[in-house]
């Protein structure tokens, strides 16, 4: 069996909720060995995060808590387009010593959409850098 690739998405909207239909949607379709263990939202009333909720996928508020997840995250989708949030991520990960996890910028969302499908995934104002 090969490796699952366990993944954790900050930030649901405009690009993060299209990222993660279509990244679900290509996790369960072609069968990836790909996991969603985690998403952040402010808004955990939203239909996005409420159908992560329901699919028993972890919702925070608070997208510096998926940090507490240690290495049972390999990769954070940083989808908030907040660059002072990806610093404390960063900085959050070095002080609790996991060098496992990476943090995905908005940019590489942006290069795997071009696998999903066509048309543009949606910008956000800044790109965290």
Do not use: C
């Not at 960063?90 to 496992?100: I, V």
């Amino acid at each position: 069996m090969s490796h699952v690739v366990k993944v954790a998405l900050l930030g649901l909207g405009d690009v993060g909720e299209k990222f993660a239909e279509h990244f679900l949607e290509k996790i369960q379709e072609e069968h990836v060995n790909v996991e969603i263990v985690a998403v952040a939202h402010r808004d955990l009333e939203s239909p996005v995060a409420l159908g992560f909720i329901h699919s028993k996928v972890p919702v925070f508020e608070d997208a510096m808590e998926v940090v507490t997840l240690g290495t049972k995250v390999d990769i954070i989708f940083d989808l908030t387009g907040d660059p002072e949030l990806r610093k404390k991520l960063r900085a959050a990960l070095q002080e609790s010593h996991n060098q496992q996890t990476v943090i995905a910028p908005e940019v590489v969302a942006h290069l795997l959409w071009n696998f999903f499908v066509e048309g543009e995934l949606p910008r956000s104002g800044q790109t965290g850098y």
